[in-house]
Nanobody, 126 residues
Framework: QVQLVESGGGSVQAGGSLRLSCVVS????????LGWFRQAPGKEREDIAA???????IYADSVKGRFTISQDNAKNTLYLQMNSLKVEDTAMYYC????????????????????RGQGTQVTVSS
């Protein structure tokens, strides 16, 4: 099993920054990819950033150039640095992990190979 615990959410004005953290514990050696997704009330899940075992990062167009995903293997922690925040970034943000060794978001979304945390709320006001 893998456990994911997010922190770092909060309220910020548009243009501001936040850094989300996700502590990963359990069978971390089996993980192939890590990522972040978000979901706003009444909207579908949006996959926004992921990183694979080669440290290759991918981003959704909506956050590219503003968000940066990174990891500290010594601390078993995944980060999401969010800059130039917009009102439309308001959502619950979730950390995800997967043991699937194929396409990153297929694995992170998988009910069989994926794990997710409880989420942390990010609210951006104008």
């Amino acid at each position: 099993q893998v456990q994911l615990v997010e922190s770092g959410g909060g309220s910020v004005q548009a243009g501001g920054s936040l850094r989300l953290s996700c502590v990963v514990s359990g069978y971390t050696s089996r993980l192939y990819s890590l990522g972040w997704f978000r979901q706003a009330p009444g909207k579908e899940r949006e996959d926004i950033a992921a990183i694979d075992s080669d440290a290759t990062a991918i981003y959704a167009d909506s956050v590219k150039g503003r968000f940066t995903i990174s990891q500290d293997n010594a601390k078993n922690t995944l980060y999401l640095q969010m800059n130039s925040l917009k009102v439309e970034d308001t959502a619950m943000y979730y950390c995800a992990a997967s043991t699937w060794m194929g396409e990153v978001w297929v694995g992170l979304r998988s009910p069989d190979f994926g794990y997710r945390g409880q989420g942390t709320q990010v609210t951006v006001s104008s």
